[in-house]
């Protein structure tokens, strides 16, 4: 079955960076875009970035343009988001999210998160 | 970018009811919208996707319609694990973008 495991959250000072990792199993990893959406403690679903299936073309929601990177190892089933210059409105739980067709923007299955907490 | 609204925000019903969510795209999506369902601790689960069709596992009592700019999420015969936050996605355009969530708790 589909698994997407997030790891590399936790707590980190303002302007400091972080690395995320999503391993992926169960589908074939090289054939599907892969996104990371974030959810702030109580609040919303917010889109962060996506990875085209072979890591040629990257989208970035405005609010991280410049401060995050997404990138992909198909070798080890592996997307990667590093997270520089951090914020206090940065602070959620990330979600790794595998897209439902090779390309577009649809989601489907979802990792359990990986929290980032950005506080002095 | 493409802004997406919920209604209601919240609602309370019992078990057996009939919940409708309504989703509303400022602009043309066509069909390209997704209903997520989030219990408290845990990751969004994918059950339309789109905007009619039943993602595969997922029961029947869940259903889906709309086109265009609005959208109905509903939830026949209201079952006690039904109740989470549900969350509309467009996938149309960049950025995809969610709603803000209706959450569905106990009256």
């Known amino acids: 079955q589909v698994q997407l495991v997030e790891s590399g959250g936790g707590v980190v000072q303002p302007g400091r960076s972080l690395r995320l990792s999503c391993a992926a199993s169960?589908?074939?990893?090289?054939?599907?875009?892969i996104h990371w959406v974030r959810q702030a403690p109580g609040k919303g679903l917010e889109w962060v970035a996506v990875?085209?299936?072979?890591?040629?073309?990257?989208h970035y929601t405005d609010s991280v343009k410049g401060r995050v990177t997404i990138s992909r190892d198909n070798s080890k089933n592996t997307v990667f988001l590093q997270l520089d210059t951090l914020r206090a409105e940065d602070t959620a739980v990330y979600y790794c999210?595998?897209?439902?067709?090779?390309?577009?923007?649809?989601?489907?299955?979802w990792g359990r998160g990986t929290l980032v907490t950005v506080s002095s | 970018d493409i802004q997406m609204t919920q209604s209601p925000s919240s609602l309370s019903a019992s078990v057996g009811d009939r919940v409708t969510v309504t989703c509303q795209a400022s602009?043309?999506?066509?069909?390209?919208l997704n209903w997520f369902q989030q219990k408290p601790g845990n990751a969004p689960k994918l059950l339309i996707y789109?905007?009619?069709n039943l993602e595969t596992g997922v029961p029947s009592r869940f259903s889906g319609r709309g086109s265009g700019t609005d959208f109905t999420f509903t939830i026949d015969n209201l079952q006690p694990e039904d109740f989470a936050t549900y969350y509309c996605?467009?996938?149309?355009?960049?950025?995809?973008?969610f709603g803000p969530g209706t959450r569905v708790d106990l009256k």
């Open positions: 999210v595998k897209s439902k067709k090779s390309a577009g923007l649809g989601l489907d299955y």
């Open positions: 169960g589908f074939t990893f090289s054939s599907y875009a």
């Open positions: 990875i085209r299936f072979d890591g040629s073309d990257k």
């Open positions: 602009q043309d999506i066509t069909n390209y």
């Open positions: 789109d905007a009619s």
């Open positions: 996605q467009q996938y149309y355009s960049f950025p995809p973008a």
